[in-house]
Each structure stands twice: as structure tokens, then as C-alpha cells.
């Protein structure tokens, strides 16, 4: 890819998202050596829980090196926008989160330093990281851009007492099964499912899902976006039935873009959720492991033509550097840290999500029966979203499209094929623009 390509990749990213302002939260200063800034994602039930998870940890890091790192926690509503700001204004942080799915468009921007072998040695060498969770840190072919650190995959968690209640006795393996179960837990303050209906990047991993499901592609071989084909058009609208027609869904749930949607079924206000490794964010506000149960996302009782037994994107969070840090080598040593056995063991045992690091994975921590979901998932039955520059552009246009066919059914408005339709096809017709 040209050095003109790369730009034009660059600025069509931006040109497609509402760029959210990056702060004065720059790369190490002169008479700063030591200390770096890092990015990271919300992972957990709120962002004081992160901070208060991450803080010992930082602490831990800079009595064993000297190097003091100044962490914010950035919602993942705001994440992609501010990671493309700092990637093409040259200022922002030294270490950050990134989406395993966006590692290909940070890529193409050449902001992100390359864990080409030599740099994968300085963080503990390329064979100590799992081979699915490395193989989403960029392009194929090209040196990763990030390294994993949390592995994840959706899962489908279930109210155990409001079942038992409704005289559920299994958690559904269909979705037509999800309408049926869902109609039965609606009732009152109570709802069947819980969506996290404004977050254009959960919308597009559910797109994605539900695309394979029903026999499309978001992107040809070619690399083409093709996005409202009518499997994709099918895919998408069978989605947001879930609260257009179905209405096992509370519509206010087409506003929720922090998370709600896990406090939500946490604090017993929905039956059922779709989310990644979300045990600890239930905790956390209160709600004991007894209550809840899990189990693979569902399929189509009969599967579409050309539908693939898939029901997760391979999902994760990887660390990156920029290539404007003033402290390369304490950023390295930082990764290398944070991909540790023993941080690896910690931070993945409190977020309830996977190790990224083989020799973790066989820590007892991740034999319990929401981890063996989990991983069943990412090693069977999850696929990776398109590797492509513009994926990123993807998940913004298809997921904000999304985001306005739920704005239409929390209002009445009906989602047809022709609404679902015309979205994507405008969605379509921004690539690139």
C-alpha cells in the first residue's frame, strides 16, 4: 500500500466519524523520560472500576521499573474516534487499547510501531501469545500491529430465577427460540433481552455475526464492501426485530452506548444479554455468579442458504504503541509487563476474559464454566471480521446505520427490508468517500 494510499485511508476514517477532541494527554515530555501515557479500554463495569483495577497493577509496574504511567479509561463509544485523531495528528498517548478488530485500519495508517520479530522479542517473543488472538493484531502478511492482551467471544448469559420462573428449563439455542423465551420474561419493568443498541462498534460485531448466520459477506474478495446484499439486508433486520417487532427489547435500550445494557441484566431489569465475558461487570454490581447462567450465542433453527455456523467475531483488546512516543523502550518494557504470565493471569481472572499468553491459560482461573464457554466459542465457532483498512469504516457506518433503524423502532416507526435497505446502501456509498 503507497504512502498516498495510506493517507487517503487515514482521512477517509476520520471523515466518517464525529471525532471526539484528543485533550493535551501527549507522549512523554523532555524531563518525562520515565513516565508514559496510556489509553486503555473500558473493560469492566464501570471506569472506576478499571482505574481501580488497573491501579495496584501501574503501581506494581513502576516500583519494578521506575517508569510512572498515567492510565485514563476511555468508554468505547469514544475509543476509535480518539485513537484515529492521535494516530493522524501525531499527539496522544504512548501505549493504547485497541479493538481487536480495528488493528488492520490503525495498521494502514502507519501511526503504530510494527511487532515485527525483533519487537516481538522485546515483549517475551512471538510463541508465548496465542495463534488466534495474534493472527487479529493486523493485515495478513504484514508484521502485527498490537499484541493481544484480553481474549474474549460473545456468549449468550441468562437469568437462571427469572426462567425457573417462566417454567424456561434451557437457555435458547434458536433465535426463534430468543422470541419465545423473550416474550415470556416481558412483563412490566422487566424485558426479555437487553441490547446495547448505540454502540455502533456492538452493532457491527452483531451485523458481522448475524451475517455469516445468514449467508453474507460485508466485503467481497476483492476487498469490495457489499453491504446490502439481501443476505446482509436479512441479517440486519432480523437483528433489530428484536425490539421492532419481537419487542422482547426495551426500547429505551436504542440509547444505550456505555454499557447500560449489562447493568441492565445485572440489576434483573432484562432475562437475557449478549455480551463478552461479562461475569465480572455482574459482580461487580452486585450480582452473584449463582444467578446467572451461560451459553453459546444461538443460530437460525433453519439456516439460510450459505449461512455458516459461526456465532462470535474473534474477539479481544490489543495493546499498541505509537510511533510518537518519546519512551519506545519503556513502552515496550510496559507491553511486556502487561503480557506477563502473572498480569495476564490477574487481569484476565478480574475481567473474566481469556489469557492471551499460553502458559496462563492453565491457570485455574480459567477452567470455570464461563471461561470453558468462552474459549469453546473462540476455538469452534467465532470467526475473525474482515482484516481490511477500511474495517474500521465498516463498523462505524454499519453500526451507526444501526444505531438510526433502532432510533426508528424505539420510536414506532417501522423497519422494513426497503429502511434496512437504504441504510446500508448509504452506509455502502460513505466507504471510501
Not at 235 to 251: C, E, F, G, S, T
Not at 303 to 331: C, L, Q, Y
Request: charged share 20%; proline share 6%; hydrophobic share 40%.
Amino acid at each position: 500500500m503507497s504512502k498516498r494510499h495510506l493517507a487517503l485511508v487515514a482521512a477517509a476514517l476520520l471523515t466518517t466519524a464525529s471525532l471526539t477532541a484528543c485533550g493535551d494527554s501527549g507522549g512523554s515530555s523532555e524531563g518525562e523520560a520515565k513516565t508514559l501515557t496510556y489509553w486503555a479500554s473500558n473493560q469492566g463495569a464501570s471506569i472506576e472500576f478499571d482505574n481501580q483495577t488497573l491501579k495496584p497493577e501501574l503501581d506494581k509496574f513502576e516500583q519494578q521499573t521506575g517508569i510512572k504511567v498515567n492510565v485514563e479509561v476511555v468508554p468505547w463509544s469514544d475509543l476509535l474516534n480518539r485513537l484515529l485523531a492521535a494516530a493522524t495528528s501525531g499527539k496522544g498517548p504512548d501505549v493504547v487499547n485497541i479493538g481487536n478488530t480495528w488493528s488492520a485500519s490503525l495498521q494502514a495508517t502507519g501511526a503504530l510501531i510494527p511487532f515485527d520479530d525483533e519487537t516481538l522479542n522485546a515483549v517475551g517473543g512471538k510463541d508465548r501469545f496465542v495463534p488466534a488472538a495474534l493472527a487479529a493484531a493486523g493485515a495478513p502478511g504484514k508484521p502485527p500491529a498490537a499484541v493481544p492482551l484480553y481474549s474474549l467471544a460473545y456468549a449468550l448469559y441468562y437469568n437462571k430465577k427469572m426462567f425457573s420462573d417462566a417454567g424456561i428449563t434451557a437457555p435458547p439455542a434458536t433465535w426463534e427460540e430468543v422470541v419465545e423465551v423473550g416474550k415470556k420474561l416481558t412483563k412490566g419493568n422487566q424485558w426479555g433481552l437487553a441490547l446495547e443498541a448505540a454502540n455502533p462498534s456492538e452493532n457491527a460485531h452483531h451485523a458481522f455475526t448475524f451475517g455469516q448466520q445468514w449467508g453474507g459477506e460485508w466485503f467481497d474478495s476483492a476487498g469490495k464492501p457489499t453491504f446490502d446484499t439481501p443476505q446482509n439486508i436479512a441479517a440486519v433486520k432480523r437483528y433489530i426485530d428484536l425490539m421492532a417487532v419481537d419487542k422482547i427489547v426495551n426500547p429505551s435500550n436504542a440509547e444505550y452506548a456505555q454499557n447500560q445494557s449489562v447493568a441492565d441484566f445485572a440489576n434483573r431489569k432484562a432475562g437475557m444479554l449478549l455480551w463478552q465475558a461479562a461475569g465480572s461487570n455482574f459482580k461487580a454490581q452486585g450480582m452473584s455468579p449463582d444467578e446467572w447462567g451461560i451459553a453459546p450465542v444461538p443460530f437460525p433453527a433453519t439456516p439460510p442458504a450459505g449461512g455458516k455456523r459461526i456465532n462470535s467475531m474473534v474477539a479481544g483488546i490489543n495493546m499498541a504503541i505509537f510511533k510518537h512516543t518519546e519512551n519506545k523502550d519503556g513502552a515496550l518494557e510496559f507491553v511486556k509487563f502487561m503480557t506477563s504470565d502473572a498480569e495476564q493471569i490477574i487481569l484476565n481472572r478480574t475481567y473474566g476474559s481469556l489469557p492471551s499468553v499460553k502458559p496462563a491459560s492453565a491457570d485455574a482461573a480459567f477452567q470455570a464454566p464461563e471461561q470453558k464457554v468462552l474459549g469453546e466459542v473462540l476455538g469452534t465457532t467465532a470467526a475473525p471480521l474482515p482484516q481490511v483498512a477500511e474495517e474500521s469504516q465498516f463498523e462505524t457506518l454499519v453500526g451507526t446505520a444501526m444505531k438510526e433503524l433502532f432510533a426508528d423502532a424505539a420510536g414506532g416507526k417501522p423497519v422494513t427490508e426497503a429502511s434496512v435497505k437504504e441504510k446500508l446502501g448509504v452506509a455502502q456509498q460513505k466507504m471510501g468517500s
